[in-house]
């Protein structure tokens, strides 16, 4: 069974890699210019036939049957490269008639599976909905886990910087991270830094070149953006204690999810505490050494601590901040001291 398989992968591999080259090798000949049919079977070759060996060759696989969909649209860029503009009528019939079609489908399946998604976080009362988390399970369902980890950074700082305004009391389990720290406001000077500095050098470069300046512009344009989605999430992720799990959020810049029975300690951190953060301690916060943490959790085993854009680096001791730290300290001591005998490790303190 593994050897017709990989043999099965080996031929639609081979299968596909021929259809491509041969589109490729027939649009640059001469024929080309002499026979329209030509052109349309190059057409249907490259958004027809190899969609459908790309879907074949990933059925069985670990990558999702979705990302057709974005194969489909390689393709068809593919082929507006590959055919002059005059042999492209049934491309742009393609365009025009079955890629809303497509479109539509896709933005039908996003939608219903975060819906989906919400209603399982709703429906649990212990458990907080987070539009994040649900946004970046339903893309998982489209993309590969990276590329949806990008997608869902793009969007979540479109939601939070510019939807996600309504205000909502915390729960009891929930516990905010921005208002003493200083974070916003260092974000604040950030963006009014960058909002300066991209009039100055676009008034510096428009005396050279007019498309650069606007090019920078643009540029600088995108990073406001992303600096108030970033701040403005602060306040809508915050940390949550569930009831066999703790999910630890820094906006979307950052955010690690540790199970309960994991946590060998969690302790608050007095002011004069030194830190010294190495590959097995580090900050939930990407500022690090800028933001003052007031608590520390040593766990049991290595966690995972998933950054922006879905990189990963793992910690046995994690420094946070947090507005009301000791209450979150007594809570998770308060959820460690009821799990089972067997799960919990004698209490060590890490100050004197």
């Known amino acids: 069974m593994v050897l017709s398989t990989h043999f099965r992968a080996v031929l639609l591999t081979s299968l596909l890699c021929l259809v491509l080259a041969v589109a490729l090798v027939l649009s640059n000949t001469p024929w080309l210019a002499l026979h329209q049919t030509l052109a349309t079977g190059i057409t249907y070759d490259l958004v027809l036939i190899a969609p459908f060996i790309y879907f074949l060759l990933i059925r069985q696989s670990p990558i999702p049957t979705t990302t057709v969909v974005p194969f489909f649209g390689l393709m068809l860029l593919l082929a507006t490269y590959m055919l002059p503009v005059h042999q492209q009528q049934h491309l742009q019939m393609i365009k025009h008639f079955v890629l809303p079609v497509v479109e539509l489908v896709v933005l039908g399946v996003v939608v219903y599976k975060i819906r989906k998604v919400s209603k399982r976080y709703k429906q649990n009362v212990a458990t907080s909905y987070d539009f994040f988390t649900a946004l970046k399970e339903a893309l998982t369902i489209l993309f590969p886990p990276r590329a949806s980890e990008i997608i869902a950074v793009e969007f979540g700082v479109i939601y939070y910087g510019f939807i996600a305004w309504k205000k909502r009391p915390l729960?009891?389990?929930?516990?905010?991270?921005?208002?003493?720290?200083?974070?916003?406001?260092?974000?604040?000077?950030?963006?009014?830094?960058?909002?300066?500095?991209t009039f100055i050098l676009h008034i510096l470069l428009e005396q050279w070149s007019l498309v650069a300046a606007w090019i920078l512009t643009g540029l600088g344009i995108y990073s406001l953006l992303q600096l108030i989605g970033f701040a403005r999430s602060l306040s809508k992720r915050p940390t949550v204690i569930c009831p066999d799990e703790l999910r630890l959020h820094y906006g979307i810049l950052s955010e690690t999810t540790i199970a309960?029975?994991?946590?060998?300690?969690?302790?608050?951190?007095?002011?004069?505490?030194?830190?010294?953060?190495?590959?097995?301690?580090?900050?939930?916060?990407?500022?690090?050494?800028?933001?003052?943490?007031?608590?520390?959790?040593?766990?049991?085993?290595?966690?995972?601590?998933?950054?922006?854009?879905?990189?990963?680096?793992?910690?046995?001791?994690?420094?946070?901040?947090?507005?009301?730290?000791?209450?979150?300290?007594?809570?998770?001591?308060?959820?460690?001291?009821?799990?089972?005998?067997?799960?919990?490790?004698?209490?060590f303190h890490f100050f004197t």
């Open 260 to 347: 309960l029975a994991e946590i060998a300690a969690v302790q608050t951190l007095p002011q004069t505490h030194k830190i010294t953060y190495n590959d097995e301690a580090r900050s939930l916060s990407p500022l690090g050494e800028m933001e003052k943490p007031n608590v520390m959790i040593r766990l049991r085993t290595q966690g995972e601590l998933v950054t922006l854009y879905g990189f990963r680096r793992s910690y046995r001791t994690l420094y946070l901040h947090l507005d009301t730290p000791q209450e979150f300290t007594n809570q998770i001591n308060h959820r460690i001291s009821s799990l089972p005998s067997d799960n919990i490790i004698p209490p």
């Open 171 to 197: 729960k009891s389990n929930e516990f905010s991270y921005h208002r003493k720290s200083g974070t916003v406001l260092l974000l604040g000077v950030f963006v009014f830094m960058l909002i300066v500095e």
